[in-house]
């Protein structure tokens, strides 16, 4: 059974600092996902990684897996108000196209 | 944005009653999903459609049944609703073909509440 590991489950971080979110999976997958949830919304596309080694940047956010470790990280990088969200991981197990996803990482990013 | 709508969007309804709820694609994904979400728990994948009539069971199926009689349509439907079913539960596509990566697009989703 695939089990998808996030955390910090709560992240309160200053305006300007860097942090990461990290994701463990139990079994081999070579397709990682990451979404972000506003407060009260769905949730929308960040990330896709789909083989080992893929990084992926866009504004202050970059993903990276690791397939091997069964690890992908989520790193901000001069965080800003804006980015506050939950944000989850979602991981394709063995590419069978069904989708487990984290339990989200809530991020609050203080001014 | 993915052609992607659900229904109704809020229901309240009693334990014991039957409850459908909608989810209609206008992208001809062949894929199709219905999570719950709440909090702690974060979502979990309850069932899911790899085509017509083609469906699977996903974390937590228990009380839940789906329909895919069309490309377009994905119901889930709790026979017997209990307060524990008190959910929001989205909806989610994908597709394959055309260099699709897999990643999910989901709908607004459905606040349901049993009492």
């Known amino acids: 059974e695939l089990k998808v590991e996030q955390n910090p489950l709560f992240l309160s971080m200053q305006e300007g600092k860097n942090y990461t979110i990290y994701c463990n999976y139990s079994?081999?997958?070579?397709?990682l996902y990451w979404y972000r949830q506003d407060p009260g919304k769905s949730l929308e596309s960040l990330f896709v990684?789909?083989?080992?080694?893929a990084v992926k940047q866009e504004g202050r956010l970059m993903a990276s897996l690791d397939t091997k470790a069964r690890l992908s990280t989520l790193h901000i990088t001069a965080a800003v108000h804006d980015l506050s969200a939950t944000y989850f991981c979602a991981v394709d197990l063995s590419g069978t196209y069904k989708y487990i996803f984290g339990t989200g990482t809530r991020l609050k990013v203080l001014a | 944005d993915a052609g992607i709508t659900q229904s109704p969007r809020h229901k309240v309804t009693e334990t014991g009653t039957p409850v459908t709820l909608r989810c209609h694609q206008t992208e001809n994904h062949r894929y199709m999903y219905w999570y719950r979400q709440d909090p702690g728990h974060g979502l979990r994948l309850i069932h899911y459609s790899y085509g017509v009539k083609d469906t699977d069971k996903g974390e937590v199926s228990d009380g839940y049944s789906v329909s895919r009689s069309k490309t377009e349509d994905f119901l889930l439907t709790l026979e017997s609703a209990t307060s524990s079913q008190t959910s929001v539960y989205f909806c989610?596509?994908?597709?394959?073909?055309?260099?699709?990566?897999?990643?999910?697009?989901f709908g607004e989703g459905s606040r349901l509440t049993v009492l």
């Open positions: 989610a596509i994908t597709g394959t073909s055309g260099g699709r990566t897999g990643e999910l697009f």
């Open positions: 990684l789909l083989s080992n080694g």
């Open positions: 079994t081999t997958s070579d397709r």
